[in-house]
C-alpha cells in the first residue's frame, strides 16, 4: 500500500507558523507520527509552495492507493490542482489541520472538495490519521 501525504504554501513552517491556529508540531513530527502509527504503509512526504511543484507530485502518485493532501491555501483558489486531483484517478483525501469553516469567509470554499474522496478539517495532526485510515479500509 502506497501513500503519499502532501502539504502546500507555508506548511512548511509549521511549528512557529500562527501557533495559535496550527498547533506547535512541525512537518516533520506529522511525518514521525505518521510512521510510527502506520508500519506497514509506503509512504512518501512531500511539501512545497509552489504550485507546479505540487501538480508535479500529485502526476507522480499515479497508481498510488491514495493521497492525503493539505494543499493549504491553494484550497480555495486552484483549478490547476483540482484538475490534476481529477486528472490521476487515486483516491485523495483533503485535510486542513485548522477548521477552515469557523475562519474567514475566504476559507469555507474548496475548490478541491468535489473531487476528492473526502474531506477533513479542524481536528489537526490527528485529521491526516484519520485520512489515512480511510485510505487503507474504505467504506463500502
Ligand atoms: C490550512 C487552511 C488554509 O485555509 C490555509 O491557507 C493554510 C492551512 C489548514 O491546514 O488549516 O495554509 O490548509
Known amino acids: 500500500m502506497q501513500i503519499l501525504v502532501l502539504n502546500g504554501p507555508n506548511l512548511n513552517l509549521l511549528g512557529t507558523r500562527e501557533p495559535d491556529t496550527y498547533g506547535t508540531q512541525t512537518l516533520s513530527d506529522l511525518e514521525s507520527l505518521v510512521r510510527t502509527r502506520f508500519k506497514d504503509v509506503d509512504f512518501q512526504f512531500a511539501q512545497s509552495n509552489h504550485e507546479g511543484e505540487l501538480i508535479d507530485y500529485l502526476h507522480g502518485a499515479r497508481g498510488y492507493d491514495g493521497i492525503v493532501f493539505n494543499a493549504a491555501a491553494y484550497t480555495h483558489t486552484s483549478v490547476a490542482l483540482r484538475d490534476a486531483i481529477a486528472a490521476i484517478d487515486v483516491p485523495t483525501i483533503e485535510v486542513h489541520l485548522s477548521n477552515v469553516h469557523a475562519r474567514e469567509a475566504f476559507r ?7 473531487v476528492c474522496r473526502g474531506v477533513i478539517s479542524g481536528l489537526g495532526m490527528t485529521g491526516y490519521l484519520l485520512a489515512i485510515e480511510a485510505l487503507i479500509q474504505p467504506s463500502t
Open 108 to 114: 469555507h470554499h474548496s475548490m478541491l472538495a468535489p
